[in-house]
């Protein structure tokens, strides 16, 4: 659809997870986030779908986050000023299949931000513009812990984490600024 050019708005709302059939892992399923279909903790790294969606050369694609809804609702209005088909991926925190307290989830939401694990960004015409700059980033524990998706993960995990967390990171910095 999106490669036909037609103007399509689409909102992918993401819970990293199959949450609303039994919760069962999915391609944006976090590196050892437990599901049902994956109960030690999913052994791949999410795939990140904004990218994909810019490898179609659409006009607009953009993440967001439940924790930053002005980011948020600023992306859906330019999204919906432009012709052509546009893409918003939303970082949704689901406390049943994440297992945390409904009252966190704003404060899971802005943690997946201010540790890296989720970025915030646009690209318009091929042109990179993280919208939610992260220079010093709490350690990705502090969100992970809040999480009993999470519970079981290692020191060693967390090592890789983090560096895979910066790696995206400092790529996304490269292709700002190009």
Not at 125 to 135: F, L, M, S
Not at 154 to 175: F, G, P, S
Request: charged share 25%.
């Amino acid at each position: 659809a999106m490669e036909r050019g037609d103007k399509i708005n689409y909102i992918c709302y993401d819970n990293e997870a199959y949450m609303n059939t039994g919760i069962q892992r999915s391609g944006s399923t976090p590196f050892k986030a437990k599901t049902t279909t994956t109960p030690t903790g999913k052994l791949t790294p999410r795939k990140d779908m904004a990218k994909i969606m810019v490898a179609h050369n659409i006009p607009y694609v953009a993440s967001a986050s439940a924790g930053y809804i002005k980011d948020y609702r600023k992306k859906v209005e330019k999204a919906l000023s432009i012709d052509g088909p546009t893409y918003i991926h939303v970082h949704a925190p689901c406390p049943t299949g994440w297992s945390f307290q409904p009252c966190q989830t704003v404060d899971v939401a802005r943690l997946a931000v201010e540790t890296r694990s989720w970025l915030l960004y646009e690209v318009e015409n091929g042109e990179y513009k993280i919208t939610k700059k992260v220079n010093k980033p709490k350690h990705v524990k502090e969100y992970l812990q809040l999480q009993g998706r999470f519970s079981g993960v290692t020191e060693e995990d967390l090592e890789v984490i983090e560096k895979d967390l910066n790696r995206a990171y400092q790529l996304l910095m490269k292709e700002g600024e190009q």
